[in-house]
């Protein structure tokens, strides 16, 4: 699976971004997906997912109520729609993918991975 991840960006403290995340090279309903970020000095941390067919998510609580991750299998696509942001939020965002029929938020039950789109929150 070939994962493009885009939407990031410079943002005030309080807006809101919407972080995209294309697939291909796989039958984009049979993976698993998920978001993670990894800010400057600090190690890669889970941030929601979702399983194939979108009937069952997960958030970190750090972003729960503020962040909605979603998929739209017939275009190939997956969500992360920020609300609220937080410069805590400042980070890499990486989207994510993997064969299981579970719903992994750890970075090892990933076999893929996007290049990363950067979101910047300004206080």
């Known amino acids: 699976v070939q994962l493009q991840a885009s939407g990031g960006g410079l943002v005030q403290a309080g807006g809101s971004l919407r972080l995209s995340c294309a697939a291909s090279?796989?039958?984009?309903?049979?993976?698993?997906m998920g978001w993670f970020r990894q800010a400057p000095g600090k190690e890669r941390e889970f941030v929601a997912a979702?399983?194939?067919?979108?009937?069952?998510?997960f958030h970190a609580e750090s972003v729960k109520g503020r962040f909605t991750i979603s998929r739209d299998n017939a275009k190939n696509t997956m969500i992360l729609q920020m609300n609220s942001l937080e410069p805590e939020d400042t980070a890499v965002y990486y989207c994510?993918?993997?064969?299981?029929?579970?719903?992994?938020?750890?970075?090892?039950?990933?076999?893929?991975w996007g290049q990363g789109t950067q979101v910047t929150v300004s206080s």
């Open positions: 994510a993918a993997t064969d299981t029929r579970f719903v992994p938020t750890r970075i090892s039950d990933y076999e893929y």
């Open positions: 090279g796989r039958t984009f309903s049979s993976v698993a």
């Open positions: 979702i399983s194939r067919a979108g009937g069952t998510k």
